[in-house]
Every structure is written in C-alpha cells, then in structure tokens.
C-alpha cells in the first residue's frame, strides 16, 4: 500500500515508524524539516518538506495514487483540508485528526463523507475512554467492549492469591468454562496458550468473557478484596483530563489538580460543576493528602511529563491507593513502568495508531484496540460471505502463528470460541493478533 501521513508530530511519527516496519509504502510529510531530519535514514520511509494543505505539494508526493492519506498535524482545520484536498485528487481513503468531538456524533459522518474524509480520529477523546474504562474496576488493567458489552476483553494482573495459577489449562473446567484467555503477559513475552501453559504468578492475563461473566473471573482471580472506585483524584488538567472529567460516570467523585492557575480558570467553565478542580502541584504530597490521596480508590497521572507520571503513581500506590493509570508518551519508558508495576498506561500515540490502523485494512473491521502492555491488537471482524474463515471448524483453518480467535457476536449474543466452533458470514469475530498480524489475517475474513 502507498500511505502519505502528513504531520511528523508524536501520533504522525510513531504511526510512520510503524508501519514502514510491515513494509508498506510510507511518505512522511511536514513544513518542519528539523522534524523530518531526526527520521530520515533511520527507518524504510520517505520523508518529504512540503505543506501537506498545498495541492502542487500533495501532486508530486502522488497523493492521486495513495491508497490512505493521514492528516495528523497539530492543526485541525489543515488536517481536514488536506483530506479533502487529496481525496478530490484521488487518494483511497483519508483520515483526519480533529480536536472538536462534535464533528465525531454519529449524524455528521455522512457529511464529512461527502467532503471526502472518510474517518475522523481524536486521540486525546480516544486516551480518555481508556482511563475512564480503566478506572471503572480497581483491579482491571485494561478493558475493551465488543457490540455495546455483547462481549467484553478484560487484562489482569494476577497475584498469588489467585485461583487458577499454575494449572494447566487443559485442567481449568474445559470448554464450558466462562472465559477464554487470549494472550498472557509475562515479563518482556506474549504468549498465546496452549492446553499445557500454565498462568504464574504476575502474569498480565487477557480474558475473553461476558458481562455477566465478570465476577466469576474477578473471583478466580482472587480480586474480590479490591474496592470499587468511587472517588478519583488526577493530576494535570490538559484535555486529556478534560474529555475523561466529562464522560466519567456520575457516581464518581472527581478532583482535578492542576498547577496552572490559568488552566485551572479554565478547567471550571470545561467541566461539571461536581468536578472540583484544585490549583497546585500534583508533586506535592502534602497538598495530595491534604485533597483526599489517602482516601482515593483512583490516582491518574496526565501530566506532559511521563516520569512526573510514573513517580506520582508509585507515590499514590505507597499511600494506599489501589488503582493507578499513568500517561507515559515516551515509549522507552513503557516496559520500566510495568516493571515498577505502577498500574495502567496511557500512550496517546499507540491508542491513536492501532486507531488509524483499520483503515489500511481490506476486510470490515470496525474495532481495533491496541493492548499497550502486549505488543498485540485485538480486532473485531464481520465475516463476509463465502470467506474462508466459514469453511472449517476453528482448529481446521490453519491460522497463523500469533493469533487467536476470543469470541463472536451472533444475531446480537455473545459466545466464546472453541476448537469446534464454526463460524457464520454475517458473525463478527474478536481476533487478538500479535503484533502488526491484523493484516495477516484478514484474508480469513
């Protein structure tokens, strides 16, 4: 595929350096040639110096013969011409990156459409979904809903308590029992299970379920001391903190601290009046303590500073709280800040990728959900009819290496797969891949 991204920021960057690794035909464009600089010869991309809202610019990259173009700059009204401008010259399929969630409602997507922007993608709205799915359950590390709950993915860390480790899984109840584990973190390695894997002790453990389901795997996973989360306390006020204070359930008790007073002026007129929003420096333990840290079920680190986050959220861990998330942007970073186990991370630039991701892909998937921690995605599929993934029982399709089918959605239910599942043209199917495999797969669907 021939794939031009305009903007060489963080999500344009990352987004570039991901996919020139799966071998695709990537252009990189921006009006920064310094930014373009610090990538060039690094990675199998072109980059090219040119404004990406410029028609003669946009002609000689060949955006007529793009098969996706990527509006990822700082400013959303040149991302949204830019996409028009390269859809009229003939690019596939376009992509902008916005910051107005209205242009998100359901009833404006036909409009856009016709302008010639095919998706709309808002990663600050995405980053917030995450902390607030995250926040929900205390001892959840990362959720992800299928078909309005039909289905629900949910990641664990499992302590030694828990019922099920060190059982093979061969000898955990078969196949009418009500999970599925898809994939287990275990330090720096995914893996896929088999019959004969065992989970251990600290293991990230992605279970396949329903919703009635939870506090059965919330129970094996010797989880049912954990308190339920009604008072959340988050440190930095940027607009991350304010899409999650706005979408929070309402049953939640929320303090935003921030240390910009200008910010914090603003943060009042953005946000619910219950939200109550406090000038100061999250670092500062005892104006921490003094707003309730010791008493808070949530602590959310967003600050611009990944390791501000990381220490805030092991400061928060040593005073009791029991659910942390850190927004951590540096990618190095990552692997350290579960090894200090500090809870769930954010990365605004994985979140927005595994996002943007779908649209390269010829199959319909309508939902993919980067797990940060796995090195994987997990993708929900509608089968097509006559596709191959029809023909066979599940363990008769002879799937790659590094995947796993988690359930389907049939007529509105949810079930889980088996070995001897077979699978329906108009089912949509949960596949968890290993890395950059979603394209791999999709042949199957």
Known sequence: MKIIIAGAGEVGTHLATLLSKEKQSIILMDEDEDKLNKLDGYFDLMTVHASPSSIASLKEVGVQDADLFIAVTPDESRNMTACMIAHNLGAHKTVARIDNYEYLLPKHQEF????????????????????????????????????????????????????????????????DIPYHVVAIKRGHETIIPRGSDCIHENDIVYFMTKKEDIPYIRKIAGKEK?????????????????????????????????????????????????????????????????????????????????????????????????????????????????????????????????????????ADVSNVKCLTLANADVAEFTVKEKAPVTRKAVKDLGLPKGVALGGLIRDGEGMLITGNTKIQAGDHVVVFCMGLMIKKIEKFF
């Open 112 to 175: 856009w459409k016709k302008l010639g922007i095919d998706s709309l993608i808002f990663p600050e709205m995405l980053a917030a979904k995450e902390i607030v799915d995250a926040v929900k359950m205390s001892w959840i590390r990362q959720w992800w809903e299928v078909r309005d709950g039909a289905l629900v993915l949910i990641g664990v860390k499992l302590r030694a308590g828990a019922e099920i480790l060190n059982i093979p899984f061969f000898e955990l109840g078969g196949p």
């Open 226 to 362: 954990y308190a339920d989360v009604h008072r959340v306390m988050i440190m930095g006020g940027g607009r991350i903190a304010v899409r999650a204070a706005n979408i929070i359930p309402s049953d939640m008790k929320l303090t935003i601290i921030e240390s910009n007073r200008h910010q914090c002026n603003r943060l009042t007129e953005l946000v619910d009046n219950k939200v109550m929003v406090i000038n100061g420096d999250g670092r500062d333990l005892s104006l921490l303590v003094e707003e309730g840290l010791e008493t808070t079920d949530a602590f959310v680190a967003l600050t611009e500073n990944s390791e501000t986050n990381i220490l805030a959220c092991l400061t928060a861990k040593r005073m009791g709280v029991s659910k942390t998330v850190a927004k951590i942007e540096n990618l190095d970073y990552i692997d350290m800040a579960e090894g200090l186990d500090i809870g769930t991370i954010i990365n605004k630039k994985i979140i927005a990728a595994s996002h943007i991701y779908q649209m390269m892909l010829d």
